[in-house]
């Protein structure tokens, strides 16, 4: 079995983020939104920078990766029901698909939950895209709530780094 190394799993994420539509700049600007009422002149750079740090953790790819692959399994229906279907629905009270995730906040404090929350309410930019695809034949059950982790977390780590 190969073992990647920690350049080749951030790659193959950010690829596996794309084959659902998603690009880093656009959890960029989810960010950016998030943090600026507190720091007014936050470039989107920086945004993108923090993302990168947060998807190039172990611990995020991993939660990542998981995520992709039971959304991916179960687009090509190869869940058991009742698994299947709920997921397929992405019924209200099926919430792993926000416990998944978790891993991801749990890093960067409560900042990073109390963000999730609002993004899970919310639904802004990619996420609310990537919630409407549950129309159509992607599944995006997991992908939704993994980029609002994304975005939450890299907007906790700006605003950790930004105390004064």
């Given at each position: 079995m190969y073992k990647y190394n920690s350049e080749e799993l951030y790659e193959y994420t950010v690829e596996k983020l794309r084959g659902v539509g998603v690009e880093l700049e656009e959890i960029a600007e989810i960010v950016q939104?998030?943090?600026k009422p507190y720091i007014p002149d936050l470039s989107l750079d920086r945004c993108l920078?923090?993302?990168?740090?947060?998807?190039?953790?172990?611990e995020s790819i991993h939660a990542i990766l998981t995520g992709l692959a039971i959304d991916e399994?179960?687009?090509k229906n190869l869940?058991?029901?009742?698994?299947q279907s709920i997921i397929y629905d992405d019924e209200g009270l099926y919430g792993i698909d926000e416990i998944l995730p978790?891993?991801?906040?749990?890093?960067?404090g409560t900042i990073g939950l109390t963000n999730f929350g609002y993004l899970d309410k919310k639904k802004i930019g990619v996420i609310d895209e990537l919630d409407?695809?549950?129309?159509t034949d992607k599944v995006t059950t997991f992908a939704d709530d993994l980029i609002a982790a994304i975005a939450a977390a890299a907007a906790a780590r700006i605003a950790h780094s930004n105390q004064k």
């Amino acid at each position: 079995m190969y073992k990647y190394n920690s350049e080749e799993l951030y790659e193959y994420t950010v690829e596996k983020l794309r084959g659902v539509g998603v690009e880093l700049e656009e959890i960029a600007e989810i960010v950016q939104e998030l943090q600026k009422p507190y720091i007014p002149d936050l470039s989107l750079d920086r945004c993108l920078e923090s993302v990168k740090s947060v998807i190039s953790k172990r611990e995020s790819i991993h939660a990542i990766l998981t995520g992709l692959a039971i959304d991916e399994m179960c687009e090509k229906n190869l869940l058991d029901e009742p698994l299947q279907s709920i997921i397929y629905d992405d019924e209200g009270l099926y919430g792993i698909d926000e416990i998944l995730p978790l891993g991801i906040i749990n890093m960067y404090g409560t900042i990073g939950l109390t963000n999730f929350g609002y993004l899970d309410k919310k639904k802004i930019g990619v996420i609310d895209e990537l919630d409407k695809k549950k129309r159509t034949d992607k599944v995006t059950t997991f992908a939704d709530d993994l980029i609002a982790a994304i975005a939450a977390a890299a907007a906790a780590r700006i605003a950790h780094s930004n105390q004064k």
